[in-house]
């Protein structure tokens, strides 16, 4: 099976740099996608990293260790609208092309 | 652009009910998947269609089930409903190969009582 472990709370205040773990036992990896989701929203997607190393997208950073099974979202000059919960996830093909999701992290903003 | 659409919104349903879900993919996606998310919990895989054919199928009951038409708009049905299957149901599109990214409707939230 697959599974992915996150924190469930990280709490930091406007403007500070805040990086969501994540580790994951998987079969067949192809890489590793971040998700936000806001209270009664839908998941939307961050990034996606399918090698090692660290993907910049604005504000948000995403990294993979492919060897040591984990990765992390970097989000910097945080701001109240990033309270939200992220989900790390991996796609596979085994059986079928599917997401599996992380436990899920609720980032807190405050001032 | 009109991404995911779906409906119904929300839903109140008696257990034994069944249930029909509505899903629109972003026009050009062809592959549409499925997603029960219950409170505090990241999404579970449901199904997976692709050109009307199911690629894939999480670990539901058979009192789940789905199908996609000739437009890849698609349908997740439940039959017998439990008050354990109250929960927000996602569908998500994305391109053939590009999985990784899926586009998420605002969901059908449903309340089984």
């Known amino acids: 099976g697959q599974s992915l472990e996150q924190p469930s709370e990280v709490t930091a205040v406007e403007g500070a740099i805040v990086q969501i773990n994540c580790t994951y036992q998987?079969?067949?990896?192809?890489?590793l996608s971040w998700y936000q989701q806001h209270d009664g929203g839908a998941p939307t997607f961050l990034s996606y990293n399918a090698l090692d190393g660290l993907e910049e997208t604005g504000r948000f950073s995403s990294f993979l260790s492919r060897s040591d099974s984990y990765g992390y979202l970097l989000l910097q000059e945080l701001q109240m609208k990033d309270s939200a919960s992220y989900f790390c996830a991996v796609p596979f093909t085994g059986g079928g092309n599917k997401l599996t999701f992380g436990t899920g992290t609720q980032l807190k903003v405050e001032l | 652009d009109a991404g995911v659409t779906q409906s119904p919104t929300h839903l109140i349903k008696t257990r034994g009910q069944q249930v029909t879900l509505r899903c629109s993919p972003i026009s050009g996606h062809k592959s549409v998947s499925w997603y029960q998310q219950v409170l505090g919990q990241g999404p579970q895989f449901i199904f997976q269609y692709y050109e009307k054919e199911e690629r894939g199928r999480g670990n539901f009951p058979d009192r789940f089930s789905a199908r996609q038409f000739p437009n890849y708009s698609s349908e997740l049905n439940v039959n017998a409903l439990l008050l354990g299957d109250s929960a927000l149901y996602l569908c998500a599109s994305s391109l053939a190969g590009q999985e990784y990214e899926q586009y998420f409707g605002p969901g059908t939230r449903l309340t089984v009582t």
């Open positions: 998987t079969s067949g990896f192809y890489g």
